[in-house]
Nanobody
Framework: VQLVESGGGSVQDGGSVSLSCVGS????????MGWFRQAPGKEREFVAAIAWRGGTTLYADSVKGRFTISRDNAKSTVYLQMNSLKPEDTAVYYCAGAIRGVTTPEIMATRSDHYWGQGAQVTVSS
């Protein structure tokens, strides 16, 4: 399984950034997908996840109402649209693909044994 991210970059406080992640090596549409992030000196944390059909999403409280996760199974791609960014959103963002048996966003949020992308830096300056 390969996950390749694109997007990210540097923005000012209140700005927007989008991330994309293309999956290959398995049937993308069958698996829950998500985004996690890791800030300098901190543990990796859950950001958002979306069920295989795309109808169910889950967000960390810290990003709820500002970030939107979506997916296009025909393109084997998951997206993260980040609006109203804050300096505390600065981190490396990782695309995550659930392993077999992790069937819901809620389960994905509590585990770390996922397939991972290479990471994309997002820097928000005040």
């Amino acid at each position: 399984v390969q996950l390749v991210e694109s997007g990210g970059g540097s923005v000012q406080d209140g700005g927007s950034v989008s991330l994309s992640c293309v999956g290959s090596g398995r049937t993308f549409s069958l698996y829950t997908m998500g985004w996690f992030r890791q800030a300098p000196g901190k543990e990796r944390e859950f950001v958002a996840a979306i069920a295989w059909r795309g109808g169910t999403t889950l967000y960390a409280d810290s990003v709820k109402g500002r970030f939107t996760i979506s997916r296009d199974n025909a393109k084997s791609t998951v997206y993260l649209q980040m609006n109203s960014l804050k300096p505390e959103d600065t981190a490396v963002y990782y695309c995550a693909g659930a392993i077999r048996g992790v069937t819901t966003p809620e389960i994905m949020a509590t585990r770390s044994d996922h397939y991972w992308g290479q990471g994309a830096q997002v820097t928000v300056s005040s």
